[in-house]
């Protein structure tokens, strides 16, 4: 059985890449950060595809704001090792959204924070999954980024440098990976209707980004299905990036309709 790796799927977006390559037949070893929701989710996953193969593990990028858990993303490989569960997809979704960070007011921890978990974190577990599919003759490495890369919004640097840096990331690994038939490349969604709509629907109301060429934001399903594109169909095609903003990012600015 091929199956993939999908950080941060116990909410949103996350839950809509599992579910799309669960429905495509793959088995899904998924991260949350908390235990008892790991546990709801594979029970989710499970009541809605009772015939796949879903497993769920606890892992926290940091130890703390400067020092990576690498302890814990050896001895996740070491588990599935010793399953025989080789990763042949790895989509790295979980992302600290470093929000409402304050140029003078955040401490530089905070900067850090973000970056670790969004660059230095994501690269760790490539490093060890890409270790795996060199031995395997290959595989696939997926981001979940962002139009940030290039946009930026309000008070939110770290995250935009950690996206920013995270596609520098993908390019490097592209090269120096293709040669074991590692293809590695970057999904960027504008915003995505998560359960921060239902829970702020006032703010959200008004939030520019809603006002693109296509009318709306994606859903997380939008975001899989483009997921789903690198990992399962995208053969000759690496170190490529695929925006999914609803034409938010050709803009020079959004077009608000007056009634609005
Ligand atoms: N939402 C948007 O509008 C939007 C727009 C553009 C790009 N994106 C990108 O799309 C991806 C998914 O976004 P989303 O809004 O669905 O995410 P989300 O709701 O914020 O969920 C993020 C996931 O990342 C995990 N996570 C956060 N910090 C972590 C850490 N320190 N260590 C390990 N896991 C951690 C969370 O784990 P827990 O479940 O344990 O909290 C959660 O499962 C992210 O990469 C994000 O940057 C989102």
């Known amino acids: 059985m091929k199956y993939a790796l999908i950080t941060g799927a116990c909410i949103n977006t996350g839950v809509a890449i599992v579910e799309k390559f669960l429905s495509e037949g793959v088995g899904v070893v998924f991260t949350g950060r908390n235990a008892e929701k790991v546990a ?23 130890l703390d704001e400067r020092t990576v858990n690498e302890a814990a993303i050896d001895a996740l490989f070491t588990t599935l090792d010793e399953k025989g569960i080789f990763i042949e997809h790895l989509v790295l979704n979980a992302a600290d959204q470093g929000l409402g960070m304050k140029i003078f007011e955040n401490p530089l921890t905070d900067f850090m924070r973000v970056l670790n978990t969004n660059v230095t974190w994501n690269y760790a577990l490539c490093e060890r999954a890409a270790l795996r599919m060199k031995k395997h003759g290959g ?122």
């Open 40 to 62: 709801a989710a594979k029970e989710g996953y499970l009541e809605k595809f009772p015939e796949a193969t879903v497993l769920g593990y606890t892992l926290d990028s940091l």
């Open 139 to 260: 595989g696939s490495i997926v981001f979940v980024n962002s139009n940030t890369a290039y946009r930026a919004i309000p008070d939110r640097i770290a995250y935009e440098a950690s996206k920013g840096g995270q596609l520098g990331m993908m390019r490097g690994l592209a090269l120096d990976l293709g040669k074991y038939g590692i293809r590695v490349n970057a999904v960027l969604p504008g915003m995505i209707r998560t359960d921060r709509w239902v829970k702020n629907p006032d703010f959200y109301k008004d939030v520019p980004s809603r006002f693109t060429p296509l009318g709306d934001v994606a859903d997380g399903a939008d975001v899989a299905d483009a997921v789903w594109y690198f990992a399962a169909h995208a053969r000759n095609t690496t170190g490529a990036e695929l925006v999914v903003d609803g034409g938010n990012m050709i803009q020079l600015y959004p077009i608000i309709p007056k009634e609005q």
